[in-house]
């Protein structure tokens, strides 16, 4: 830099601790250390004074031989330029970014922003020259960037650094701009200019340019710190965020409150509720300082004083302060967001609000604001990412949303599939979810589908645009993705692909009628909402761990001695630290409810019991429909305990039974069929003492499922997406694997995470992951271990291992280290209890405790940490006295702590679990060192290949001797290997023709010099050779006669000269013939004569392949040849290829002789190319000799015949090797294969490449499979387009009977892959470009037919279960459980009569009056009735049980959802109703109301009825001989209604229990509260009552809620009751139950809901209310997720259909 004086900070480097001391001292404090050679700072840090030096540096040196120790520039602006220089010397900058937090920080901690906002146009340029001029002087070619430090206060400027490579910053540059800037460096590599290579944006302009932007984006890290104890939250220069967003708008605003929420979905914006002003916090950063900036902001800080803190730019201070001070205008419509004026609203947006933050702020909902918004008509507009500011056309896919727009870039005509991604990257979710959203997106665009990502990761594939039709880089909220969604209208959206993230959404978008593609959210919802799902295991009698929510202290530590300690507690809300923890008992448990959780009714914990000592296993599974048609299971090394991400996995499991592994298969299948699952899904199960529990089970794709994918062989996602799609696949079920073992490593960070406890727990803290292959898990696992960085060790080990109970575990593998010749140190107690077993063991202690003793303990006590700053130790193995699972939480730091944390600064490799050490040590014994590269083992291809033995083709001409010009054996066996073919049968019509010995030698002599395959001759039977062939007959390929008109001289018509050979040739060889039509049945007729087998070559018509096909019925020893020719073409495509050209022997059939082929293809014993080559200009000359050139193009053409699903890849085997060896008695080719690649697809050129002949008749035509190798006599013959092997190298096969007898068949060819068993052939006239959408045409029908798998028995795995209980039909015990409507295991088009539960057995022809009438149970079984009645109607599946049936549907009184949800119920069950009309029936004659029900009953099956008078129903009832239903009976009971409110709760909340119900309104009058309330009794709820003094609660009703024990509270308004309310129950003021209007209207109006006293309500309250109502709900509530009415109206229809069933006796 000096040369072209430039200046570089001041800078020393260091190889010792005291060379970094004199440089400190040169230098002054502060200075900045740093680790040579290390990405992302590892190993750094700022030190300001002599002792914070030492420990930075000792710690560095652990980690590389150098340091560097800089002057401190901290404060200064540090500014990026990315630069790309080509080796013409063209050198541009890209672009300029800049960070907001000033250098101290580094850049991958930082906020940064492109392009740069607070340089002047003097600054800019100065340091875009100083950058080429480096640049250029470096001699970069490539790509590089150079980071600066400028002084805020003057020009002055340092060069901290050129990285000459792609770094962090080059993905976020190129996501920025546009401009991929790892393609270019890659051209620019290879010495193209710049100026060549195109802009990737425009498609038209150069890529020697520089960016202009006409937007700004922000990039943000993510920190996930508080999943580590005792870690620093201080940032500074050594990086320790897990990811990192990237955010896009028109301003520094929209974008910087678009990337705070894209980093934490939970984070609303730029909130300064999150964190209170501090001045410390802002002056020593931490990972949430920007918080701290918002609440100080709002705290009234000047921004003096926050630059002075901070050193943050004034310029962005002053933006930030621009989004407060709107804020503060937003809060002035605090109590009346109706008054806020629109200019208000749109100003919001374009701050980058988002409707959330807008609706917290003014006190109203999500959905208020947005529908607010859309009538104001204040929508976002689509903009493309433009690299040259508008200045050319851009035609790109990249997009992102704004509000600072006037009109959308481009249009939305297109149909698309919309993809949601994986957003940022935090512990937990990282590049597993990305890899999945990629390889959909890829199969969506193979399917034909146009694609729309949605993702806003700068690090991840599926945000490169060329990966979909349509990038949206934009956050995955409900807001934005809603979005999108209506501007393009697609087809659907995909959000089982991306992780937790569209997951947490799926629900929001479907209830605002998004079409969800896959599985239906409203299974999801019932996979994670713990009460539905464990319910749903009960149900099908799957076992689970115990567990409870629970929201008091008392309860918990009462639960937690019911099932015994240890237990897991999961809070829902954390205050600091890990959100999950392991309580071993009511001290832990104590400890950890009092420091980390609020425990309320609103923040309850779910404690479950943790299963000790259990194996854990992961189960990914793919199903359709809820048949399940994959499975990969997974199993953890470590004991259960231990979050399974950070878990070691072994795939395919090695350690699982068979008859555990069937239950494990029972267990999926049940489940994916409760569950209804299209799509991914992933269970997790703990296996002990033979019994197996689910723990959990997420409705997506899991992090393994590329690690299966990858190790199995079978492409999940690919296979998810098909059926997500509606395509049919055949299942894959449980997957072996190819051979090799997959091991799944966790890499950790703690390097880098300063004080971080390394343990393993429930919470998952593992930053990446690494999986490599192996023979054995053995093998595997010590690859996965030495990938993370872990080292094996030479000589010294320290063990120090806790309880007695892992002592005695680890003894046998002591042993093993000690016989492996290592030397030993353990801590004292470990020391000795493995030296009273024999192992010689050195004891060191522990160097922690500050005691006053002698000075000689004080030397001796140092020396565990001597030992460890001296690098004497290669390995630690430290395990922790406590079990697997618990974090500790007290500040007492341990001596197991203090010695993994040394291990880890100082580079140790360290293992803290006994499984793994087990597993370790037993790999170096078995192996010993690194393992070595195995390359069928270790290395991957993008191709599907498959080895297919060398196959032979019997039907080949050479053309040598006599036409060279055609072919010649050099070429004609080249084209031969380069189709997979390594043995020919050459025929004998050369020039002269071969029908003597002396033209016979002539032809062996030309072709064992020219051949490069191995060889066999043919003779042919000419008129007067007869008697001189038997002679040399054993040194041919065989006799072929031609018996109709070809391309030769040799035809004979004479049968008497057949008759000849036939008597004369000997026996045991093969006799050939060419013949057509008539003449195949007269050869047969001469061949059964002589009692001969024949060959019959080139069938090519039905009429023969059917005469064939009776001769072999009837026992004539016929075999028969097709060419692809006569398989791949008909006469219809001689159009295409000409007439002259199309001319061969025989002629191309009609369609219907080619189908014929196909429909015999079991009487088709061979496959040959009949390789008759010609040159163009013969075949297009005036008379064409007949023939096509075909040994290059047969396999490729039979291979897309295999992937089209009309052969198999054994049927090639057995046509082109097997039946070829036995009918011509052909020797084995010893080290012969062939390698294919079944999924390249290509399109055939107008030639082959290596025959002479120059054209083909297949031009043009797309194909898929392709000979990639083949090895030939144990050398490479042919490899990718290139023959290496000389003229001359094939052999006469002939000459090796004599030296070989020939052995059976080979079986080892069976190993070929398996490929979906061979379907019908049906040749459509139009080829399908794109796959049928789930959304066009036929709806669910349209998949209605697929995979009819026979009724699944499923065994209940749960152990539990008594042995005598009998099962039916689906596996569930008739004693307990309720038979469920199987879609899968009943026909499509009615369901049979099934039995009904014994529970509910009472009920069967019952008069349904009150709710008194049912217990718990008939009621829980009742619900489970609905819902599934209600998931069958959803998928629109016949119900037709109550076929024949008849319903009265008899109201006295008016009513719309009661009598119209009953007249569904009954219809949608197959029954029909008879309305009864009180106006038009004889109750106008006076008839009474007993009479009208006991007439109506002679007609139907069952009555339904509602009457003003309360009892009027009950008195009715006891006159009808047939059932009654209580529709209603004035202001007495409804019991209908109360069931189904009940239902509804429990549908959306998951559970009834522990809720506190509100009721609002006229509770005088209502009796749908009235039969609530007595219904509710029978759980444990707390009732509320809000309501006018004179319309309270009946006396009766309060005494009898009162004496089941149910706390009821009265209260005078909504917002008073509503916080800790969970249902809220509002009720209309009924006008028609009052004597006066004047009573009427002193209650009306009382209590009206809207949305500004909702903002007061849980996130997961639910609002009900019977309908109708008059004004208590006003209308903006309705589209707020939690008014649930609507949804409630709706399951009375369900509620209704049960009853109806149960009442009838049908289900």
Not at 198 to 216: G, Q
Request: charged fraction near 25%; include cysteine; charge should be negative.
């Amino acid at each position: 830099m000096e040369e072209i004086n430039e200046h570089v900070a001041p800078s020393e480097a260091a190889l010792s601790l005291d060379q970094a001391l004199a440089a400190a001292e040169k230098l002054g404090y502060p200075v900045l250390v740093r680790t040579a050679f290390a990405l992302g700072g590892l190993g750094s840090g700022f030190a300001n004074n002599k002792e914070e030096l030492t420990t930075l540096v000792t710690q560095a040196f652990a980690h590389s031989s150098q340091v560097l120790i800089d002057k401190s520039l901290k404060g200064w602006k540090e500014i990026e330029y990315e630069v790309v220089r080509d080796v013409y010397d063209n050198c541009i900058t890209v672009c300029n970014m800049e960070n907001v937090d000033p250098l101290g920080i580094h850049t991958g901690e930082s906020i940064v922003v492109a392009p740069s906002q607070t340089l002047n146009d003097k600054e800019y340029n100065m340091l875009r020259s100083t950058a080429i001029k480096v640049i250029r002087h470096l001699g970069v070619v490539g790509e590089c960037n150079i980071q600066y430090a400028l002084s805020p206060e003057s020009e002055q400027y340092y060069i901290i650094e050129v990285n000459a490579r792609l770094s962090r910053s080059s993905a976020l540059a190129s996501k920025a701009t546009g401009y991929p800037l790892a393609y270019v460096a890659a051209k620019l590599a290879l010495g193209i200019p710049l100026p060549v290579l195109r802009n990737s944006v425009t498609n038209s302009t150069t890529a020697n340019f520089e960016p202009s932007l006409d937007y700004c984006v922000v990039k943000v890290p993510r920190w996930d710190l508080s999943k580590f104890l005792r870690v620093s939250t201080k940032i500074g220069s050594c990086m320790k965020s897990v990811g990192e967003v990237m955010s896009i708008g028109r301003c520094f605003e929209e974008a910087f409150q678009k990337a705070l929420r894209m980093v934490d979905e939970n984070c609303v914006g730029f909130d300064h509720t999150l964190k209170p002003p501090s001045d410390e916090e802002l002056e020593t950063p931490t990972d949430k300082r920007i918080f701290v900036l918002a609440a100080s902001l709002k705290a009234g800080y000047t921004i003096e004083r926050l630059y002075e803190l901070t050193k943050i730019d004034r310029w962005f201070l002053h933006k930030m302060k621009n989004i407060i001070d709107h804020l503060s205008v937003l809060e002035s419509y605090k109590q009346n967001e109706s008054n806020m004026p629109i200019e208000v609203l749109k100003k919001a947006k374009q701050l980058g609000f988002s409707d959330r933050q807008i609706a917290l702020v003014v006190h109203s909902t999500e959905l208020a604001v947005r529908k607010k918004r859309q009538e104001w008509n204040i929508l976002p507009v689509v903009k493309q990412v433009d690299t040259v500011a508008a200045e050319w056309p851009a035609q790109t896919n990249y997009l992102y949303l704004t509000y600072n727009g006037t009109e959308h870039d481009l249009e939305f005509d297109d149909v698309h599939v919309m993809v949601i991604g994986s957003g940022v990257y935090r512990i937990g979710s990282s590049v597993e979810f990305d890899w999945c959203a990629v390889r959909c997106i890829q199969e969506l665009r193979k399917m034909g589908f146009k694609t729309v990502m949605v993702n806003y990761n700068p690090e991840t594939v599926s945000t490169d645009y060329d990966m979909c039709d349509r990038l949206y880089f934009d956050e995955i909220s409900f807001e934005v993705v809603m979005d999108i969604y209506e501007l393009e209208n697609p087809e659907g959206v995909i959000l089982s692909m991306g992780g937790q993230l569209p997951n947490n959404i799926a629900m929001s978008l479907h209830r605002q009628q998004c079409v969800i593609l896959g599985t239906s959210p409203e299974y999801i919802d019932n996979a994670e909402n713990r009460f539905k799902f464990s319910r749903m295991l009960d149900t099908i009698g799957i076992s689970q761990p115990q567990w409870k929510e629970l929201s008091d202290r008392e309860s918990v530590k009462q639960f937690c001695n019911n099932v015994g300690y240890p237990c897991v507690v999961r809070p829902s809300y954390v205050l600091s630290g890990a959100a999950m923890n392991v309580a071993y008992s009511d001290t832990d448990l104590q400890k950890f409810l009092s420091s980390a959780v609020a425990l309320s009714k609103e923040h309850p914990v779910v404690i479950s019991k943790f299963i000790q000592e259990a194996k854990e296993i992961d189960v990914d599974a793919v199903a359709c429909d809820g048949v399940v048609i994959a499975i990969a299971v997974s199993e953890h090394v470590e004991n259960a305990g231990v979050h399974s991400g950070d878990a070691t996995l072994v795939t395919p499991a090695q350690d699982i039974n068979q008859r555990t592994m069937e239950r494990i298969k029972a267990i999926v299948h049940a489940i994916g069929q409760e569950l209804q699952v299209t799509g991914p899904f992933n269970l997790q199960l703990i296996a002990k003492d033979d019994q197996l529990k689910v723990i959990e089970c997420n409705l997506r794709v899991s992090r393994s499922f590329p690690f299966v994918s990858k190790s199995l062989g079978v492409d999940m996602v690919a296979l998810s997406t098909q059926v997500i799609m509606g395509e049919e696949v055949e299942p894959v079920g449980l997957m072996k694997g190819t051979g090799v073992v997959g091991v799944k490593v966790p890499q950790f960070s703690f390097s880098r995470l300063a004080g971080a406890d390394v343990v393993l727990g429930v919470e998952m803290t593992s930053t990446g992951e690494v999986a490599c292959f192996g023979e054995n898990r053995y093998e595997a696992y010590l690859k996965a271990m030495l990938s993370t960085g872990f080292k094996i060790p030479k000589e010294n080990i320290l063990l120090s291992i806790g309880s007695y109970k892992n002592k005695s575990e680890l003894l046998s593998t002591v042993q093993t280290l000690e016989s492996l010749g290592y030397n030993l140190y353990a801590s004292l107690g470990t020391a000795d209890f493995y030296s009273e077993h024999g192992i010689k063991v050195k004891a060191v202690d522990w160097p922690f405790e500050d005691t006053d003793n002698d000075s000689p303990f004080k030397e001796k006590q140092r020396s565990i940490i001597d030992y460890l700053e001296e690098n004497h130790f290669d390995m630690v193995i430290n395990l922790s006295m406590r079990n697997s699972g618990g974090r500790r939480l007290s500040s007492f730091v341990t001596k197991g702590y203090r010695t993994r944390r040394l291990a880890i600064d100082y580079s140790v490799p360290l293992i803290i679990d006994i499984k793994c050490t087990k597993m370790f040590v037993e790999a170096l014994r078995r192996i010993g060192g690194a393992p070595p590269v195995k390359t069928h083992v270790d290395c991957l291809t993008s191709q599907k290949l498959i080895r297919l033995p060398g196959l032979i083709d019997v039907h080949v001409h050479l053309r040598e001797p006599g036409d060279t010009h055609k072919e010649d054996f050099s070429s004609g066996t080249a084209a031969a290997l380069a189709g997979g073919v390594t043995m020919v049968c050459a025929m004998p019509n050369t020039k002269p023709a071969l029908v003597d010995q002396n033209t016979f030698t002539l032809a062996m002599k030309l072709a064992e010099a020219g051949a490069r395959c191995d060889f066999a001759v043919f003779v042919g039977a000419s008129s007067d050779n007869a008697s001189a062939l038997p002679e040399f007959a054993s040194m041919t390929a065989g006799l072929k006669m031609y018996l109709n008109d070809t391309f030769s001289s040799l035809k004979m018509e004479n049968v008497s000269l057949w008759m000849e050979h036939f008597e004369k040739w000997p026996k045991h060889l093969p006799i050939v013939a060419h013949a057509e039509k008539q003449t195949v049945a007269a050869i047969l007729m001469v061949a059964q004569l002589y009692q001969r087998p024949i060959h019959i070559c080139h069938v090519a018509r039905k009429e023969e392949i059917q005469i064939i096909k009776a001769a072999k019925q009837k026992g004539v020893q016929v075999t028969c040849e097709v060419a692809p020719h006569h398989l791949f073409l008909c006469q219809e495509d001689l159009d295409r290829i000409g007439h002259s050209r199309g001319q061969v022997r025989p002629m191309l059939g009609t369609r219907e002789d080619m189908e014929a082929l196909w429909e015999n293809l079991d009487t088709i014993d061979c496959f040959a190319t009949d390789h008759a080559p010609h040159t163009v200009e013969e075949k297009t000359g005036e008379r064409p000799p007949p023939g096509y050139p075909g040994l290059e193009t047969m396999l490729p053409l039979l291979l897309t015949a295999v992937s089209e699903g009309r052969l198999t890849v054994e049927d090639i085997v057995k046509r082109l090797y097997e039946n070829p060896r036995k009918i011509f008695s052909l020797p084995v080719q010893q080290e012969t294969y062939i390698e294919v690649d079944l999924e390249h697809e290509w399109t055939f050129p107008s030639c082959m490449q290596f025959t002479k002949s120059k054209w083909t008749p297949f031009e043009g035509m797309k194909v898929k499979g392709k000979v990639r190798r083949v090895i030939l006599r144990g050398e490479v013959a042919y490899i990718d387009g290139q023959v290496l092997v000389p003229p001359g190298y094939g052999e006469d096969v002939k000459k090796w009977n004599s030296r070989i007898s020939v052995p059976p068949l080979p079986p080892q060819h069976k190993e070929v892959i398996k490929t979906p068993e061979r379907r019908p052939v049906v040749h459509s006239e139009v080829i399908r470009s794109r796959a049928p959408s789930p959304r066009r045409g036929g709806g669910a029908a349209a998949g209605e037919g697929r995979f009819h798998l026979p009724p699944r028995i499923h065994r209940s795995s749960d152990p539990g279960l008594p042995q005598d209980v009998t099962y039916f039909q689906d596996g569930h015990p008739l004693s307990t459980q309720i038979t469920r409507l199987s879609p899968q295991s009943v026909p499509l088009q009615s369901v049979p009569h099934l039995q009904t539960s014994p529970l509910l057995h009472p009920l069967i022809g019952q008069h349904i009056l009150s709710v008194k009438q049912f217990s718990k149970e008939q009621m829980s079984h009742l619900f489970n009735i609905a819902h599934n009645f209600r998931m069958m109607v959803q998928k629109e599946r016949s119900l037709d049980i109550l076929k024949g049936k008849v319903m009265a549907s008899m109201f006295f009184e008016v009513s719309t959802r009661t009598s119209s949800s009953f007249t569904a119920a009954m219809q949608r069950l197959g029954g029909s109703v008879i309305h009864f009309s009180e106006s038009t029936s004889s109750v106008q004659k006076g008839e009474s109301l007993a009479d009208s029900v006991q007439t109506m009953s002679s007609y139907v099956d069952v009555v339904v009825l509602r009457h003003p008078e309360p009892g009027a129903v009950e008195v009715a009832a006891r006159h009808c001989r047939k059932p009654v239903i209580n529709a209603g009976d004035g202001v007495g009971e409804h019991p209908t209604q109360a069931l189904l409110d009940v239902f509804t709760i429990r549908e959306e909340l998951g559970t009834v229990n522990g809720m506190t119900i509100t009721m609002v309104g006229d509770l005088k009058h209502g009796r749908t509260v009235h039969s609530l309330a007595c219904l509710l009794t029978q759980y444990r709820v707390n009732l509320r009552y809000v309501t006018p003094k004179n319309l309270r609660m009946p006396p009766g009703i309060i005494h009898f809620v009162a004496s089941k024990g149910i706390k009821q509270e009265e209260f005078d308004s909504i917002e008073e009751a509503l916080p800790d309310t969970d249902v809220l129950y509002m009720t209309r003021i009924q006008k028609e139950r009052f004597a006066s209007e004047g009573e009427y209207n002193s209650c009306f109006g009382q209590f009206i809901l809207t949305p500004h006293i909702m903002t007061v309500a849980k996130q997961k309250m639910v609002v009900m209310h019977p309908l109708p109502r008059v004004n208590e709900i006003s209308v903006e509530v309705d589209c707020d997720p939690r008014a649930a009415y609507f949804r409630q109206a709706e399951n009375g229809m369900f509620i209704r259909m049960a009853l109806l069933a149960t009442v009838l006796a049908r289900y």
